[in-house]
């Protein structure tokens, strides 16, 4: 993984060799980039890469986008969004301190 791309910027969406949007989300003090926007009806993951040691940061999860995911630390985990619906759908961290949202328009 190239960091410099990966912890440069906010949002950088990037297609990935299926077409799929790509955010790369880094999970430290919270979520970097808290806010992705997405493209509707386009096939689309979140990776989340988390740095910080926290419980509270270990967990993923999103009732709206209808996920829950295990962050190990140091580790890619990829989430794949549904994006054929437009509006705003939040994520947070299992003890719901910290917290991010998906735009997709």
């Known amino acids: 993984m ?3 791309n990966f912890f440069g910027g906010q949002n950088k969406v990037q297609a990935d060799n299926d077409g799929a949007q790509t955010v790369q989300i880094k999970v430290d003090h919270g979520y970097e980039p ?3 926007s997405l493209k509707k009806g386009v096939p689309a993951k979140l990776v989340f890469h988390r740095l910080n ?3 509270c940061l270990a967990k ?3 009732s709206e986008l209808g996920f829950k995911k295990k962050l190990p630390l140091n580790r890619d985990v990829e989430v794949s969004i549904n994006t054929d619906q437009s509006g705003e759908f939040d994520f947070a961290c299992g003890m ?3 917290h991010g949202k998906v735009v997709i328009r």
Do not use: A, I
Request: overall charge negative; hydrophobic content about 35%; glycine content about 0%.
């Open 2 to 4: 190239n960091f410099k």
């Open 34 to 36: 808290d806010t992705v």
């Open 53 to 55: 040691e926290s419980d």
């Open 60 to 62: 993923v999860q999103s």
């Open 96 to 98: 719901n301190m910290f």
